[in-house]
T-cell receptor, first 115, second 116 residues
Framework: AQTVTQSQPEMSVQEAETVTLSCTYDTSESDYYLFWYKQPPSRQMILVIRQEAYKQQNATENRFSVNFQKAAKSFSLKISDSQLGDAAMYFCASIPTGTASKLTFGTGTRLQVTL | DGGITQSPKYLFRKEGQNVTLSCEQNLNHDAMYWYRQDPGQGLRLIYYSQIVNDFQKGDIAEGYSVSREKKESFPLTVTSAQKNPTAFYLC???????????????FGSGTRLTVV
């Protein structure tokens, strides 16, 4: 079984600043993937970034990067140069490899971006 | 363009009624999923289906039913046995492959169900 924990229900950041959203997970699987999804007010789920657990290098997608600490089971998301359009709910999720695997989500962090 | 279509966008149900939420995909994905989203609880898995004519219960299946008669369609019925059905429902699918969900899931735009 997997669990994903997001301990920050809400976060706020000023435009152009950097913010880090926290996520911890627990799994008994040896190989898995980790994701950050963004859900804007439209409620459409958008994949932000993904990390393969067997890769030590942290994933980066433009202004978004992760700090993946496998031993600590931590997977935080850093948003640099925050923009108003970054305001949304952010969900951390994990899934083991395997055809029958299922995505498990955290409870989400609501990010506000202020001027 | 390929994608997942959920309908209706908003749905109102009277107490004691069954309602069916539609989910259709044209992505040729084998696996499909239904999640429920409540404030402060994230997304919780209701049912999922790996292939046609087969489906499994997720973490919160009580009060719900599904069918998978066609690869493209995975409707969810919210029955009168579901005591608190007001929520946002998301349908998702996963590409076929050898167990490498590198691209995560593709999500529909959701259905907001309200009991009146």
């Amino acid at each position: 079984a997997q669990t994903v924990t997001q301990s920050q229900p809400e976060m706020s950041v000023q435009e152009a600043e950097t913010v880090t959203l926290s996520c911890t997970y627990d799994t008994s699987e040896s190989d898995y993937y980790l994701f950050w999804y963004k859900q804007p007010p439209s409620r459409q789920m958008i994949l932000v970034i993904r990390q393969e657990a067997y890769k030590q290098q942290n994933a980066t997608e433009n202004r978004f990067s992760v700090n993946f600490q496998k031993a600590a089971k931590s997977f935080s998301l850093k948003i640099s140069d925050s923009q108003l359009g970054d305001a949304a709910m952010y969900f951390c999720a994990s899934i083991p490899t395997g055809t029958a695997s299922k995505l498990t989500f955290g409870t989400g962090t609501r990010l506000q971006v202020t001027l | 363009d390929g994608g997942i279509t959920q309908s209706p966008k908003y749905l109102f149900r009277k107490e004691g009624q069954n309602v069916t939420l539609s989910c259709e995909q044209n992505l040729n994905h084998d696996a499909m999923y239904w999640y429920r989203q409540d404030p402060g609880q994230g997304l919780r898995l209701i049912y999922y289906s790996q292939i046609v004519n087969d489906f499994q219960k997720g973490d919160i299946a009580e009060g719900y039913s599904v069918s998978r008669e066609k690869k493209e369609s995975f409707p969810l019925t919210v029955t009168s046995a579901q005591k608190n059905p007001t929520a946002f429902y998301l349908c998702a699918s996963k590409p076929p492959g050898q167990g490498t969900p590198l691209h995560g899931y593709t999500f529909g735009s959701g259905t907001r169900l309200t009991v009146v």
